[in-house]
């Protein structure tokens, strides 16, 4: 195994859950979103503004296509798993955990962050609708799928990490 790619609608906590599964199995963690910031030298709304949506999910694309640190946690951005070329080359160099979050505790968690320019854009129910259609792709993109919902941060890290280690075992015999 080499990556372990966090994958989920925006709010789901896949920054959190890096940090912490990073710590956990001692690996390097790197979030998608910041490394391309300081690549481009600004903020991603900024990104968006001057230069659009698509410019950014290729930038996303060029990021998975690049990216050489074998054994490490890498949390993608939420539109990543949408692009079945970026969903393929996930699936073939790591293992994707999708971490799967209700819409009710998503808006709890996004619905007043200012550096998202999807959520300054869109109302309630266009991002419930967007999260619904992301939904599948996250699920088709995923090897294990791992329901958030009613569960601590530490709870979904340790399961996570155990996943993680079981299919490692497996590799080794």
């Not at 690549?39 to 290729?58: D, N, T």
């Not at 890498?74 to 073939?92: D, E, F, H, W, Y």
């Not at 619904?132 to 995923?142: E, G, N």
């Amino acid at each position: 195994m080499k990556k372990i790619y966090l994958i989920g609608f925006m709010g789901s906590g896949k920054s959190a859950i890096g940090r912490r599964l990073s710590f956990l199995l001692k690996i390097p963690y790197y979030d998608m979103d910041q490394e391309i910031v300081k690549k481009m030298g600004m903020s991603i709304p900024r990104i968006f503004e001057k230069y659009g949506e698509a410019f950014f999910r290729q930038q996303e694309h060029e990021y998975l296509k690049t990216f050489r640190d074998e054994w490490c946690i890498i949390s993608t951005g939420g539109g990543v798993a949408v692009n079945p070329s970026n969903s393929k080359l996930m699936r073939q160099t790591g293992l994707v955990l999708f971490l799967d979050a209700t819409f009710v505790d998503i808006w709890k968690r996004i619905s007043r962050d200012v550096n998202r320019p999807i959520v300054q854009s869109s109302s309630r129910e266009e991002l419930e609708t967007l999260f619904t259609k992301r939904r599948r792709f996250y699920k088709s993109a995923a090897h294990i799928l791992i329901r958030t919902e009613g569960r601590s941060l530490r709870q979904i890290t340790e399961y996570a990490a155990f996943q993680v280690n079981r299919l490692k075992s497996n590799d080794m015999n």
